[in-house]
């Protein structure tokens, strides 16, 4: 088991920013590749961004990258997603999943853990 919590979410204006942090407490997450997904009210849920283990490959879903970036510090043993000049539509919650097989991918079948979800909403 890995029990993965996210934190950060809230309210925030358009044009505002959030850190969301993924962490799991009484686990190690550095052999893990860590991704962070949404979802949007009425929409299923999608890939944002992924990050090795070692913090060296990282990767974005087509227009993420530039407002997201995730980023790790493994010595707190957590990984974050800085969002910036959010919009109405990145109103969703959002889940941080984890896999040991140090695959960075999106898909949402190649994680076997997953948080619970934090909510992001996004209103003036």
């Known amino acids: 088991q890995l029990p993965l919590v996210e934190s950060g979410g809230g309210l925030v204006q358009p044009g505002g920013s959030l850190r969301l942090s993924c962490t799991a407490f009484?686990?190690?997450?550095?052999?893990?590749?860590i991704a962070w997904f949404r979802q949007r009210p009425g929409k299923e849920r999608e890939g944002i961004a992924c990050?090795?283990?070692?913090?060296?490959?990282?990767y974005y879903a087509n227009g993420m990258q530039g407002r997201f970036t995730i980023s790790r510090t493994n010595a707190m043993n957590a990984v974050h997603l800085q969002m910036n000049t959010l919009k109405l539509e990145d109103k969703a919650v959002y889940y941080c999943?984890?896999?040991?097989?140090?695959?960075?991918?999106?898909?949402?079948?190649?994680?076997?853990?997953w948080g619970q979800g934090t909510q992001v909403t996004v209103s003036s």
């Open positions: 009484g686990a190690n997450l550095t052999p893990y590749t």
């Open positions: 990050i090795s283990g070692d913090s060296f490959y990282t």
């Open positions: 999943a984890a896999n040991q097989v140090a695959v960075c991918s999106l898909l949402e079948r190649d994680y076997g853990y």
